[in-house]
């Protein structure tokens, strides 16, 4: 089973042009991001985590050249920020959502996409039933202590009074 997370415009109601609207997206490792990281930010529009990527590169280059390593070893160390981008793809995706003025509306588990949005408009026109709050009950009262008589001290501690 898939997760999807879902969104709806937030200035629109529930109808069927805002229904065109609804955004699914699926929380997954990105591969694409992976192989093509900073063509995959420029193609989703991410353009300040593009630039947050490039600085990550260009500090990891001049940590590299400053410690003195070299090729083989400054390699695997240059794919860090788009490992980071490929494993927060989802997340950097679902920000830019929210700067468009969606609305985290969901989140549907399902088999597939088609089945995600067959379960979420399911119950997209109907309206929430509200359940009323229930007043708050007050807690039973606590059970009295019994009163002893010589020894008001419980466990490994001395008794009241006594030497230390």
């Given amino acids: 089973m898939k997760t999807y997370l879902v969104f709806e415009p937030a200035e629109g109601g529930r109808d069927a042009a805002a229904a065109d609207r609804v955004v699914f ?14 063509f995959w930010l420029l193609w989703n529009c991410l353009w300040l985590a593009f630039f947050v ?4 590169i260009l500090v990891l280059a ?21 490992l980071l981008v ?5 997340e950097l995706l ?13 989140v549907t588990v399902a088999a597939d996409l088609e089945d995600a949005e067959r379960r979420y408009f399911a119950n997209w026109q109907g309206s929430v039933p509200v359940v009323a709050a229930k007043p708050p009950v007050a807690p039973p009262p606590a059970p009295a202590m019994p009163a002893s008589s010589s020894n008001s ?9 006594g030497r230390r």
């Fill in 25 to 38: 997206l699926r929380e997954k490792f990105r591969w694409l991001a992976l192989i093509f990281g900073p």
């Fill in 53 to 56: 990527w490039l600085a990550a």
């Fill in 62 to 82: 001049v940590a590299a050249y400053i410690v003195g390593l070299n090729e083989e070893a400054a390699a695997p160390l240059m794919w860090l920020p788009t």
């Fill in 86 to 90: 490929a494993f927060e793809g989802t």
């Fill in 94 to 106: 679902r920000r830019k959502l929210i700067r468009r003025r969606y609305r985290e509306a969901g």
């Fill in 153 to 161: 001290v419980i466990g490994l501690f001395p008794e009241p009074g």
